[in-house]
């Protein structure tokens, strides 16, 4: 049933963006949208991600990189994300359409991710921010081309994973505010995203756990290969 597949899909796919601070929205959408629209999905899965993203925050605001985040992050995403949400309201810009351009975005970040050989250490165009707070205001998954930039500036993993949770909460409530004025977000939506606030704390505390154990560096190869996947299925399919 198609509500099973949310729940597995919220409790696997919240387990990851516990662990390296991004990809719920985006594994959920990929997936999801074999079993609902995409408009409807952003809408219940905006209001879980600000959950995840609060406790994450709370728990760990001592290792948010302020500066990092209020200089250069924060700004660039933003003006990304609101480029993006004008561009999900165009009418000409939907159903179909959108979901061939998030499969051909997620094929290329999954290609990205598995075979870049890109040194770390060296610092990345802030224009890769752009992209992810664009695709954040598209699809609210913005979280793979905003590491690339993200990931050289700030290595330590807590940290990493806290000041990606910062900035979004700020591009979401953003997002779930123009949601709102389009009705996008509704009691219809709002209904399902508080059935799934179970399985988000679920996947929440088994990511903190698999974090322990796991290197991150190797769990993020098998999300990207995941999300290759993902994304050549979602193309199949429109």
Known sequence: KP??????????SNAVEAIVGFGSTLLTLTLGTHFYSLEYLIAVLI???LILSMGIVIKDRRSIQKGALFKSILPWAGMGSLIGMSI???PLISGPLLRVILGSLVLMIALHGMFSQLSKSSKRSPLWLLGGGLMQGVYGAGGPLTVIYVSSVIQEKYSFRSTLSALWIVLNIIITLGLIQTNSLNAHTLTTSV???????IGWALGEWVMKKVSQNYFKKIIYLLLFFS???LIFKT
């Open 231 to 233: 994304g050549a299925a």
């Open 195 to 201: 059935l799934l606030i179970l399985p988000l704390l």
């Open 47 to 49: 209001p879980l991600n």
């Open 3 to 12: 509500m099973t597949v949310l729940i597995l899909l919220v409790i696997i």
């Open 88 to 90: 999900r309201m165009n």
